[in-house]
């Protein structure tokens, strides 16, 4: 990880200049919770309940769950926390928590911890952005040495989606702790899966028009190509997550 | 990969038209596995043979790491896995057949996209249970080797006319759920002395015809690119047996 502080200078001075959309910090964490089939009514009832006592005033912290839909956890659940203020890790919720234990904590085990951080250089928000429950999530793992190669292409790819207006949004999020090599996820919001095969019709098709026009012709297929060398060995994992708005804080 | 956005594009198209086929493997309790099979059967039966909902195929694993458990393959379209499970029909399967069931989704979940490019069924092999699947494990810049070899032998298999193999091959590619780039193809036979068979007799006429179509000595070449577009271990075969009885129609 040599260029890494590169990266992280990247990560932390270029968006504050060149963002526009969303100049705030966004930092997560985030938390696999495995349910016994026979517990997931009351698993989810209790995560609800506890959702909207702790978590659900502007001054409370932001919880968001999603169902995992593929992969080895399917069936279980992802819990994130997101704020703008990372000091917010350090201050624990005592009370929330220590509810969330009494309630919740026996119902589910939790696996691991990941600390991330949103790359606002490389995300787009669209214009008027909606709510959509379905995330498709492409997690990364490249090398040392194809960063460079590999973060061209996430640039531009936000670049051509703003220019082409793109209508749904795309999160590329850092992993600052928790992971074993350079691990990035991305993830595409859809209107379910009826609007992930709309998204993936002309939508996509003007983003690459797009993206060739800014940056030459084939430029896509070359940068994407590059992105994709730049990979460890099976670097590339996809998974569906769906949000549950009933167990997560407010949009 | 250099050309892996021109398969994501195909991938695009494919999505729009395309069915969503979602897999899981089930562990059945101990000594359970006939009832299972009747319970399932029956909610099968009762749920899933109306368009407007969920088909199921149900496949009792014979070889391999999962021997002796189920895969079950749920198939829908996009809209349907938008509305979900209907209620009704998921506590019916919870009440009758989860009794039976040690682990409703054991290992891992995966959707698939079916490529009908590289796939063929002849209408002769309908009734066939046995399958014997191949998954394999490509490397980013083997893609195009992979492929290729892939449509081809579909487009061969059709074109062999009279000496047609009484066997489908159904090209299935995973689009969640993996870790890398992996397909499945589903091999259907009546048995497995048919396969022995179909590999002794049939296999030499698809080359044959193959190497006529693209070109003499061009399987051998093909397939020797394929070996080299593969992962470490890229490669594993696992056959099942359709369960008709708990499979949709």
């Not at chain 1, 119902?107 to 429950?133: D, I």
């Not at chain 2, 590289?118 to 399958?131: C, H, K, M, Q, W």
């Not at chain 2, 059709?158 to 193809?185: F, H, K, P, T, Y």
Request: hydrophobic content about 35%.
């Amino acid at each position: 990880m040599r260029k890494n502080i590169l990266l992280l200078a990247l990560l932390t001075i270029v968006p504050t200049i060149a963002q526009e959309d969303t100049p705030q910090q966004w930092f997560m964490r985030a938390r696999v919770l495995q349910v016994d089939q026979g517990d997931i009514a009351d698993f989810e009832k209790a995560v609800a309940k506890k959702t909207k006592m702790f978590n659900s005033e502007d001054d409370q912290p932001r919880w968001i769950t999603f169902r995992i839909l593929s992969g080895t956890q399917a069936n279980n659940y992802l819990r994130m926390q997101l704020t703008t203020d990372i000091s917010d890790f350090d201050n624990e919720d005592i009370e929330g928590n220590q509810y969330w234990e009494k309630t919740v904590g026996p119902l589910h085990t939790s696996l691991g911890n990941r600390y991330w951080q949103r790359s606002n250089w490389a995300s787009y928000v669209p214009e008027n952005p909606k709510q959509m429950n379905l995330r498709r999530i492409i997690y990364y793992n490249y090398k040392d040495e194809g960063e460079e190669d590999f973060w061209r292409f996430r640039g531009r790819v936000k670049r051509a989606m703003t220019e082409s207006g793109y209508a749904s949004r795309m999160s590329v999020l850092v992993c600052n702790s928790g992971c074993n090599g350079n691990v990035v996820q991305v993830r595409f919001h859809h209107d379910g899966f009826a609007g992930q095969n709309s998204d993936y019709g002309e939508p996509l098709q003007t983003m690459i028009s797009k993206y060739n026009e800014l940056f030459g012709e084939d430029a896509y297929e070359q940068d994407s190509g590059k992105a994709s060398d730049a990979l460890e060995e099976n670097g590339r994992s996809i998974r569906h997550h769906e949000l549950i708005p009933e167990l997560s804080s407010g949009w | 990969m250099r050309n892996i956005l021109l398969l994501l594009l195909t991938l695009s198209f494919t999505f729009a038209s395309s069915q969503i086929y979602t897999s899981r493997t089930i562990e059945i309790e101990q000594g359970q596995m006939d009832k299972f099979i009747e319970a399932a059967s029956k909610k099968t039966q009762m749920f899933n043979n109306d368009e407007n909902n969920f088909a199921y195929y149900t496949f009792q694993i014979l070889s391999g790491e999962d021997t002796g458990k189920i895969f079950r393959v749920q198939v829908g379209t996009p809209e349907m896995m938008d509305a979900g499970l209907d209620q009704k029909e998921a506590n019916y399967w919870s009440k009758n057949v989860g009794p039976y069931i040690k682990s409703n989704s054991a290992g891992r979940t995966v959707m698939w996209w079916r490529n009908a490019d590289a796939s063929f069924v002849p209408e002769s092999s309908s009734d066939n249970d046995l399958r014997m699947v191949m998954f394999y494990n490509y490397k980013d810049e083997g893609e195009v080797d992979f492929w290729r070899f892939r449509e081809r032998q579909a487009k061969a298999r059709a074109a062999l006319g009279e000496d047609q193999l009484d066997s489908a091959m159904n090209v299935m590619v995973c689009s969640s759920g993996c870790n890398g780039n992996w397909v499945a193809i589903f091999f259907s036979y009546e048995s497995f002395e048919a396969q022995r068979n179909i590999n002794q007799e049939g296999l030499p006429k698809l080359v044959e015809k193959y190497n006529e179509m693209f070109g003499g000595g061009s399987y051998e070449q093909d397939v020797a690119r394929v070996e080299a577009s593969l992962m470490p271990n890229g490669r594993r075969v696992v056959h099942m047996q359709l369960i008709r009885g708990a499979s949709s129609n």
